[in-house]
């Protein structure tokens, strides 16, 4: 009888039929640490391949244009402005993937300590609420203002990159 008992225990699914099902082999595969290194480097790959292709057409039409026209800055200007603007947007960008994890386990921390504190679940749920717009506010204006920052020491910079290879290599500067 111990023996019949024992023989019907494995009558479980066999686990390929477990696996199958897409939404279960999407949440195993979402829950590993690899998938979602591999998802934050492939990510930064495509934006570093994006400003890279970015920066390449802005100097090649930086070069076309101070051949073409006088020796003004304006595209000089102009070239360091969108330089600029694509080395802030890239910057919030990889701030934003610092600052969101960060966010979250500052969130949950301040409501687990209120819980722990006595408060009801009504006034968590307000006071989550309010939390949830306090740090969203302040995590956006940081990034703006860091964005800020980023943009316009880039375009300072560039500007001064631009005009002296400009002058120091003549109208036909080279930037590849």
């Known amino acids: 009888m111990a023996e019949n008992s024992i023989e019907?225990?494995?009558?479980?699914?066999?686990?390929n039929q477990q696996n199958s099902n897409p939404s279960m082999l999407?949440?195993?595969l979402m829950s590993k640490r690899r998938t979602w290194v591999?998802?934050?480097?492939?990510?930064?790959?495509?934006?570093?391949?994006?400003?890279?292709?970015?920066?390449?057409?802005?100097?090649?039409?930086?070069e076309v244009q101070s051949s073409a026209?006088?020796?003004?800055?304006?595209?000089a200007m102009y070239a360091?402005?969108?330089?600029?603007?694509?080395f802030g947007v890239l910057s919030m960008v990889a701030a934003l993937a610092v600052a969101?994890?960060?966010?979250?386990?500052?969130?949950?921390?301040?409501?687990?300590?209120?819980?722990?504190c006595g408060k009801p679940r009504k006034t968590l749920v307000v006071e989550g609420k309010k939390?949830?717009?306090e740090i969203t506010g302040f995590v956006?204006?940081?990034?703006?203002?860091?964005?800020?920052i980023v943009a316009a020491v880039c375009a300072v910079l560039g500007y001064f990159a631009l005009v002296g290879k400009n002058k120091e290599g003549g109208q036909n500067a080279d930037f590849e």
């Not at 969101?100 to 722990?116: E, K």
């Open 8 to 15: 019907e225990e494995p009558s479980s699914p066999p686990s």
């Open 26 to 28: 999407l949440l195993k």
């Open 38 to 62: 591999f998802l934050f480097v492939s990510v930064y790959t495509v934006l570093l391949s994006l400003s890279w292709n970015l920066l390449k057409s802005v100097l090649h039409w930086y």
């Open 69 to 75: 026209s006088s020796s003004s800055g304006w595209p």
């Open 80 to 86: 360091s402005v969108l330089l600029g603007v694509a």
């Open 100 to 116: 969101v994890p960060a966010t979250l386990v500052t969130w949950i921390t301040v409501l687990v300590l209120l819980t722990f």
């Open 131 to 133: 939390l949830t717009a």
């Open 140 to 148: 956006v204006k940081v990034l703006i203002k860091e964005g800020n």
